[in-house]
């Protein structure tokens, strides 16, 4: 069987956190502090997305002087800029912002926002889908989307709002390639840190070099769970993880392949049957792996597209 990327490249997973917050807008660490838990925590990098808005006068963190050998960040912010269909303010993750990335300008939307950060070389996420209540109108509006936050640490602990699947799977079902991510959103007021991250597979742990993976969607995103591989040859599809209590294939239909176990590290799957059922008339083009361990910790791969596998 052919291992599919991110596993079958090369380079190693570096475990990372996308979306945290400092004093700089409404954390309530320093911005060393909040560097030095996630060095203490086993993270490999980080980056303080601070919301970027006048109520904070703007601010992009400058981590730089915090980075060694062994860790590194990222420089971004979380943007905002009107309007949800809800009739908030957007929330978008934006990592690999230039410093001096200029403020909004008047009148500016949201999805206008997002592609100006993405021609500036960031890599951009929709931030909390459930959070902040976004249809699937929203995520069709922002075109300049890599990625979708699937699972936000903060918005669960808070109030039962942290899962983004819902609008991801709609959006990839309308053919939209975009890839899944997980974060903390921490802000250090709750217990709201270190639930949630990504492993990206690169080759050192340079800024660039990470962003170009999470561009190209060389990574999986944890709770925990770990998985070390993805093969498949034609329609058989074999997948290894850490010791977990389940293993799952899901797609664009209601169809799902599944393997219970005690502590497993492996499932065999033929994709053949997601195609299967007499409720069928419709055959997804892409699929996704969710391991689950007995803790009800999960790990996600981001969509797999078949005619990317033949």
């Known amino acids: 069987m052919a291992l599919l990327p991110p596993f079958s490249l090369p380079g190693r997973f570096w475990r ?11 954390g309530a660490l320093e911005p060393k502090a909040v560097v030095d838990a996630y060095k203490a925590a086993g993270y490999d990098f980080m980056q303080l997305s601070e919301h970027f808005i006048g109520n904070f006068k703007w601010p992009i963190a400058d981590t730089r002087a915090f980075r060694s050998n062994s860790f590194t960040t990222l420089i971004g912010a979380e943007l905002h800029a009107p309007e949800t269909r809800v009739g908030e ?4 993750v934006a990592a690999g912002l230039p410093l001096d990335f200029p403020r909004n300008r008047e009148g500016e939307t949201g999805a206008e926002l997002a592609a100006r950060a993405r021609e500036a070389g960031a890599f951009i996420g929709i931030a909390h889908p459930a959070w902040s209540q976004l249809t699937i109108e929203d995520g069709r509006a922002i075109a ?6 699937i699972y936000n640490h903060g918005c669960a602990i808070e109030n039962d709002r942290g899962d ?10 309308e053919n939209r390639r975009l890839t899944a991510f997980a974060t903390d959103d921490a802000h250090f ?3 709201d840190h270190f639930g949630g991250w990504v492993h990206v597979k690169a080759e050192s742990l340079d800024p660039d070099v990470l962003l170009d ?5 060389h990574f999986y995103s944890s709770q925990g769970p770990q998985i070390h591989g993805i093969a ?3 329609m058989n599809i074999q997948i290894a993880t850490s010791p977990v209590d389940t293993i799952t294939v899901i797609c664009g239909n209601s169809r799902s392949l599944v393997r219970n176990g005690r502590a497993i590290t492996d499932a065999a799957f033929d994709l053949s ?3 299967k059922g007499w409720l069928l008339n419709w055959k997804s083009p892409w699929f996704r792996i969710v391991a689950i361990d007995a803790s009800g910790r999960r790990a996600w791969s981001n969509p797999i597209w078949r005619d990317d596998i033949g």
């Open 189 to 191: 007021k709750t217990p």
């Open 164 to 173: 983004g699947w819902y609008l991801l799977d709609q959006m990839l079902s």
């Open 16 to 26: 990372g956190n996308l979306h945290t917050h400092s004093n700089l807008s409404d």
């Open 144 to 149: 300049a989307a890599h990625a979708v936050e």
């Open 89 to 92: 303010l957007w929330h978008i």
């Open 232 to 234: 498949i040859d034609g």
């Open 273 to 275: 049957k997601l195609e």
């Open 213 to 217: 993976a999470l561009k190209a969607g």
